[in-house]
C-alpha cells in the first residue's frame, strides 16, 4: 500500500509540475498582470490588449 502511495505522488508531482510552470512562466512573461490568460487569449486570436481598459481591442 505504500508504493502505490508513493507512485500517485510521484505521478502527481510530474504531472503538475508542467502545468504550473507553465502558468507561471505566462504570468512572468505578461508584467505579472493577472488578466494574462485573457492576454494571451486576445494575442492568440489577432487583437492587441488594451492595458487601461483592461480590453481586448480589435484591428
Known sequence: M???????????TFLFL???SYYGFLFVNHN??????????????????NHKSQTCDWP
Open 32 to 49: 505579472y498582470n493577472i488578466h494574462f490568460l485573457q492576454i494571451d487569449a486576445c494575442q492568440s486570436e489577432g487583437g492587441k490588449w
Open 18 to 20: 508542467p502545468c504550473i
Open 2 to 12: 505504500k508504493n502505490i502511495n508513493k507512485i500517485i505522488i510521484v505521478l502527481a
